[in-house]
């Protein structure tokens, strides 16, 4: 579909710093009336990278991003809203759980109040209605943004459900929301998990892929600890291969490229070697992104102009 074309294209050629941030944001908010879901996924999906670089290209604008974006989606999550209604179809199911996530991801407190709400209701009534299993990883996440070392039952909850439960969809819900907590050592603990009996080898990558952004330093540091056991215990590239993508493409500087490469440089083996330079590859490509929207004059008043924009 054009639409899809002309977002993927520009979300191309800004990473490629071809393009600017600036524009790319402003094609973004051309999307904001857009229902279908095929184009929503590629939408969301742009908006979700867009909030991970910002954070680390322009700290002082990436709450106003943010906001920015999630103005973007809110529009089709109010129309599908968190229950589902008679006669809807497959598609407008995973809408709404691809705007809840995300939304639940950009830190929109009224997403992640509701469903923490609906998540206690779930915890007196497993079959309550307000939380069907398509909703219940925006769920979990909300819990897990709100989890601490300090206030842990939501982790704890979760993982009592994660034992009691026979279905694999369930526990994968689970062990993807664990480790997207911001709180580090939680991230940890959620990584520390995957070293017991309770994860099965082969269900790792759903705790690596949940991992925060908060927590990419703390999973870094896990790995490096941990790595004669990773290799040991998980030999195939493909698993292997998933830690290490999963632990070094988030970042975005050339320093961290070069950290990265020093401790694999008498580590790497044939089985990881290509996702290794293909995850440094990203790590590289977001720092020269990062440069690029640095040196934009005006992205910081486009931010406000469309935040002004009435819907």
Same mark, same amino acid.
């Given at each position: 579909?054009?639409?899809?074309?002309?977002?993927?294209? /520009?979300?191309?050629?800004?990473?490629?710093?071809?393009?600017?941030?600036?524009?790319?944001?402003?094609?973004?908010?051309?999307?904001?009336?857009?229902?279908?879901?095929?184009?929503?996924?590629? #939408?969301?999906?742009?908006?979700?990278? #867009?909030?991970?670089? /910002?954070?680390?290209?322009?700290?002082?604008?990436?709450?106003?991003?943010?906001?920015?974006?999630?103005?973007?989606?809110?529009?089709?999550?109010?129309?599908?809203?968190?229950?589902?209604?008679?006669?809807?179809?497959?598609?407008?199911?995973?809408?709404?759980?691809?705007?809840?996530?995300?939304?639940?991801?950009?830190?929109?407190?009224?997403?992640?109040?509701?469903?923490?709400?609906?998540?206690?209701?779930?915890?007196?009534?497993?079959?309550?209605?307000?939380?069907?299993?398509?909703?219940?990883?925006?769920?979990?996440?909300?819990?897990?943004?709100?989890?601490?070392?300090?206030?842990?039952?939501?982790?704890?909850?979760?993982?009592?459900?994660?034992?009691?439960?026979?279905?694999?969809?369930?526990?994968?819900?689970?062990?993807?929301?664990?480790? /997207?907590?911001?709180?580090?050592?939680?991230?940890?603990?959620?990584?520390?998990?995957?070293?017991?009996?309770?994860?099965?080898?082969?269900?790792?990558?759903?705790?690596?892929?949940?991992?925060?952004?908060?927590?990419?330093?703390?999973?870094?540091?896990?790995?490096?600890?941990?790595?004669?056991? #990773?290799?040991?215990?998980?030999?195939?590239?493909?698993?292997?291969?998933?830690?290490?993508?999963?632990?070094?493409?988030?970042?975005?500087?050339?320093?961290?490229?070069?950290? #990265?490469?020093?401790?694999?440089?008498?580590?790497?083996?044939?089985?990881?070697?290509?996702?290794?330079?293909? /995850?440094?590859?990203?790590?590289?490509?977001?720092?020269?992104?990062?440069?690029?929207?640095?040196?934009?004059?005006?992205?910081?008043?486009?931010?406000?102009?469309?935040?002004?924009?009435?819907?």
């Amino acid at each position: 579909m054009d639409m899809i074309g002309i977002v993927e294209d /520009s979300y191309a050629l800004s990473v490629a710093c071809k393009q600017t941030l600036t524009s790319l944001l402003r094609l973004l908010n051309a999307y904001r009336h857009e229902s279908d879901y095929t184009i929503l996924s590629h #939408v969301t999906s742009v908006c979700l990278s #867009v909030n991970k670089i /910002s954070t680390d290209a322009n700290p002082d604008l990436s709450s106003d991003i943010k906001k920015l974006l999630i103005k973007l989606l809110l529009l089709a999550a109010k129309r599908v809203g968190w229950d589902p209604k008679d006669g809807e179809s497959h598609l407008d199911v995973m809408l709404r759980s691809l705007l809840l996530i995300a939304l639940v991801k950009l830190g929109h407190e009224e997403t992640i109040n509701e469903g923490i709400r609906r998540f206690h209701i779930f915890l007196e009534d497993r079959k309550t209605p307000l939380l069907p299993p398509d909703n219940r990883k925006a769920a979990y996440l909300a819990v897990m943004r709100t989890v601490s070392t300090s206030n842990r039952a939501g982790y704890d909850v979760l993982l009592k459900i994660y034992k009691e439960t026979s279905e694999a969809q369930e526990k994968s819900r689970i062990l993807g929301s664990l480790s /997207s907590c911001p709180d580090k050592d939680i991230v940890v603990e959620a990584l520390n998990l995957m070293l017991t009996d309770e994860v099965r080898n082969q269900d790792a990558f759903y705790v690596l892929g949940g991992i925060s952004l908060e927590g990419r330093e703390a999973a870094w540091a896990w790995l490096k600890d941990n790595w004669d056991h #990773v290799v040991k215990t998980w030999p195939s590239s493909s698993l292997i291969s998933d830690f290490v993508n999963s632990t070094v493409s988030p970042f975005t500087s050339e320093e961290k490229a070069a950290e #990265v490469s020093e401790f694999f440089a008498t580590r790497v083996k044939p089985s990881f070697e290509r996702a290794l330079k293909q /995850s440094l590859e990203r790590v590289r490509i977001s720092a020269r992104w990062i440069d690029s929207i640095k040196s934009e004059a005006n992205l910081a008043q486009t931010v406000q102009q469309l935040l002004l924009q009435e819907f």
